[in-house]
């Protein structure tokens, strides 16, 4: 009846055909290759540095940049000025393309991705061909294209284009109004800062007030009345003076101008990332259930309102992770900037390691930067993603 | 449970070691990219011991010399001390000349989009001064001025290519400074031009002094001293300016050339070979009178490998000792055969000059025959007869007023 039960074998197994031997043993040989090529690595870098006598320290961040640079989102003087804070401003400059080049890329994917499942005919193909185009082109052909075919055949500085408003487009960036601080500036802005507790409170209290009119819109209310609070106390305390472009010597001066070089990487990013982003919100789309969108428009609601109540809000789920990868991609590929002599992170770190020779340091402060930026990007859109996914209960 | 502990431990103790081995096991001179294994090896032979003087006594050729200097370790009786007698004629062959002779051609960095200095031609070759400062180096090392890998680098990778090893000499009009020599690691060799910098302006603009460009817009390369320059220069003068700097020539010229930027700087030489060759209309442009710095354009080799810069700074100084002494392609052989005993010296008909170096006796000979004097190779990269025009200026021996001086070659 019973089986006989199996004898132990006379002989135990040798190691080297044990099973869960070699499973470890294979990990061990696996971690010491990976760590001898490591300790590599790590030789060659120290040797070498020794060779070239150079010590490793990052004392020379304190010494004074003496390179100028064409775009400074904050003061800076070459002269007296460290290279740290040249590095520093090429970080402001980075994130001044990574921050407007990441929304406008999302608009623009977003429309190009819903126009892609467009009923019309033409808004369908047009948009089909745009992403079919500018996803499989390399982005540094697209860049050299938007700077030395785009922006630079614009028209020279003293033949601009005038446009309403003293706008001014020529091949030297677009010259728009803008306006100079007087000393009232910083009334001024803390007291719209003190405006928008009060619309901000405004919109609490219209929630009670049982008019359709005003608790279906008291998001606009409250921004309506924080505008005319902070218009109101512009007009009593003439916080800046506008200041209008004009061509006087070799450039505009006055008002601000967009240089050439930052709408030709921020365009090349835009239209890039964008068509990346369309296709992700055409495939969030069409993963949505037909039987759903069939019965929310079986409910009455228009194309629209399906689109923003019920499309979009389950799209998003399907939509956030690979957004976040083209988020990234879009903060990496920034780096193409020096192509075209916009003077981010990256080209700013080239001038200084080709005059100060400390290569190795530069080069681990840019890595070091770009991960920051990139984590920071990915810790950002995992929090959205934990908004948004579904809910398991 | 306890199967696992013991594993972690082991897998740790293993990852130490494992890191300590590949610590200590590295290459010593050189990166992987710059010589291959088998050389690296041998240069870390722990007891690099003297060969005898014998062993490399009467090199003819340059393989064979290689073969006894390789051999020599194995050779070598005593395998006492480390230095060769100071007796001893021949040198020994080691580091990056060793590597070079070994590798049977010259990797040479060069810039490749500069007209008059180095620009690839139709035929497939590099012409201009710094193309031909290649060859003279190979004329010394082969006797063959095809020998030559020309390696294009811009000015922001061209230090990495030589601190890497990637190529064993920049030619490539690069301005003699001490943060280089010094905190960048390079050897600078005897300077090929001695130019300084300028800006090129439309004519149309009218400005005669620095002070009509106040608020103009200014093209430059990156990671060249005349960034640096540029600012300086300006800032002492208090005029406002824009820098705009691109990473390559071809981009700045097309912006200059759209009128992107009002004015670009560089070294006088490189505008006027960028005009003649980048720009739509070269003679709507204009050169400006004044004079930014001091831009002494030498070739440079990696620092701390006396050996190797000596043979190039000795190939270079022979092209303005033999302008200096009257001695062309045309008449070089005749000079050998016929010349004084200094000139019989120079050209290695007598002596041991080339031999010290550890090259070939007749290398000077060589350098003159395969590629010519200073004079000449200036003639014909960027002389009168040229479409550059540039003028010889400091270029000239000290005879003639200028600044080459080469040092006694005896």
């Not at chain 1, 800076?76 to 290279?83: E, I």
């Amino acid at each position: 009846m019973t089986s006989p039960v199996p004898t132990a074998p006379s002989h135990t197994i040798p190691f080297y055909r044990d099973v869960r031997v070699l499973r470890i043993l294979a990990q061990i040989v696996f971690v010491a290759l990976v760590l001898l090529f490591l300790g590599y690595l790590f030789n060659n870098m120290t040797r070498g540095l020794a060779r070239l006598s150079g010590s490793f320290s990052f004392g020379f961040l304190d010494n004074a940049a003496s390179f100028a640079l064409s775009e400074t989102p904050i003061p800076y003087d070459p002269a007296t000025d460290s290279y740290w804070i040249a590095f520093m401003i090429g970080v402001l400059n980075t994130l001044r393309v990574i921050i407007v080049g990441i929304v406008l890329a999302t608009l623009l994917g977003l429309v190009a991705g819903i126009a892609q499942l467009s009923s019309n005919w033409l808004v369908r193909k047009i948009t089909q061909g745009y992403v079919e185009i500018f996803r499989n082109t390399p982005l540094l052909i697209q860049l050299f294209v938007w700077y030395f075919i785009g922006v630079l055949s614009l028209p020279r500085v003293r033949d601009s284009v005038e446009l309403p408003g003293s706008i001014y487009l020529s091949n030297r960036g677009l010259a728009l109004p803008w306006f100079t601080p007087n000393e009232t500036f910083a009334l001024w802005f803390g007291l719209a800062l003190v405006w928008i507790a009060v619309a901000v409170g405004a919109y609490w209290l219209l929630r009670r007030v049982k008019i359709p009119l005003v608790y279906e819109w008291r998001g606009g209310w409250a921004l309506l009345i924080w505008l005319a609070l902070a218009l109101v106390s512009a007009v009593a305390l003439n916080p800046f003076t506008p200041s209008l472009p004009a061509v006087r010597g070799f450039n505009f001066q006055g008002g601000t101008t967009l240089s050439p070089e930052y709408a030709a990487l921020l365009l090349g990013l835009v239209f890039y990332t964008g068509a990346f982003i369309a296709d992700i919100v055409r495939a969030g789309i069409q993963a949505v259930p037909r039987g759903i969108i069939e019965a929310s428009r079986a409910l009455g609601l228009t194309y629209v309102q399906a689109l923003r109540l019920i499309v979009i809000p389950l799209a998003l789920r399907v939509i956030i992770p690979p957004l976040t990868n083209q988020y990234l991609n879009l903060a990496k590929n920034s780096s193409l900037a020096i192509a075209v002599g916009y003077a981010d992170l990256f080209y700013v770190s080239n001038t200084i390691f080709n005059q100060t020779g400390q290569t190795l340091q530069v080069i681990l402060m840019v890595m070091g930067a770009y991960l920051i930026i990139s984590l920071a990007l990915a810790t950002l859109m995992n929090a959205v993603n934990a908004r948004f996914k579904l809910v398991e209960r | 449970m306890k199967r696992d502990s013991r594993g972690i431990i082991l897998l740790a103790v293993v990852a130490v070691v494992a890191f300590a081995i590949g610590a200590c096991a590295g290459p010593i001179t050189t990166v992987p990219t710059a010589a291959q294994p088998t050389q690296a090896q041998a240069t870390s032979v722990p007891q690099p011991t003297a060969p005898p003087p014998t062993a490399v006594a009467q090199p003819t050729a340059a393989p064979t010399q290689v073969a006894q200097a390789t051999a020599a370790p194995t050779q070598a009786p005593s395998g006492g001390p480390t230095n060769p007698p100071p007796t001893s004629a021949a040198a020994e062959i080691k580091g990056r000349l060793k590597t070079v002779l070994d590798r049977g051609k010259l990797i040479c960095g060069v810039n490749g989009q500069l007209a008059g200095f180095s620009v690839l031609e139709a035929d497939g070759n590099y012409s201009g001064i710094d193309a031909e400062f290649c060859r003279v180096v190979a004329a010394a090392l082969f006797n063959d001025v095809s020998k030559i890998e020309y390696r294009p680098l811009t000015t922001q990778n061209r230090f990495a290519a030589l601190q890497s090893g990637e190529v064993d000499v920049l030619m490539r009009n690069t301005t003699f400074t001490l943060n280089r020599d010094t905190a960048v690691g390079l050897e600078f060799l005897p300077t090929t031009f001695f130019d300084g910098g300028g800006i090129l302006v439309e004519k149309s603009l009218n400005a005669a002094k620095l002070e009509d460009l106040a608020g103009a817009t200014i093209c430059v390369l990156s990671g060249t001293t005349n960034e640096q320059v540029l600012t300086d220069t300006f800032n002492a003068l208090k005029i406002q300016f824009t820098p705009l700097t691109f990473p390559e020539a071809n981009a700045l010229y097309k912006a200059l050339d759209e009128g992107r930027c009002d004015a670009a700087t560089s070294d006088k030489s490189q505008l006027a070979g960028q005009r003649a060759s980048l720009l739509s209309k070269p003679d709507d442009w204009a050169i400006m009178d004044a004079t930014l710095s001091k831009e002494p354009l030498a070739p440079a080799v990696l620092q701390n490998d006396a050996q190797w810069a000596d043979v190039v700074r000795w190939a270079i100084y022979a092209t303005w000792y033999a302008e200096e002494l009257g001695i062309n392609q045309a008449n070089v052989d005749d000079k050998l055969a016929n010349g004084d005993t200094n000139t019989k010296r120079f050209l290695g008909g007598t002596g041991s000059l080339g031999k010290d170096m550890g090259l070939s006796p007749d290398a000077f000979y060589r350098v003159i025959k395969l590629v010519g004097n200073y004079g000449e190779i200036f003639e014909k990269t960027l002389g009168p007869n040229t479409k550059f025009k540039v003028p010889r200026g400091l270029n000239t021996p000290y005879t003639e007023g200028g600044l080459q001086y080469s040092p006694p070659f005896r």
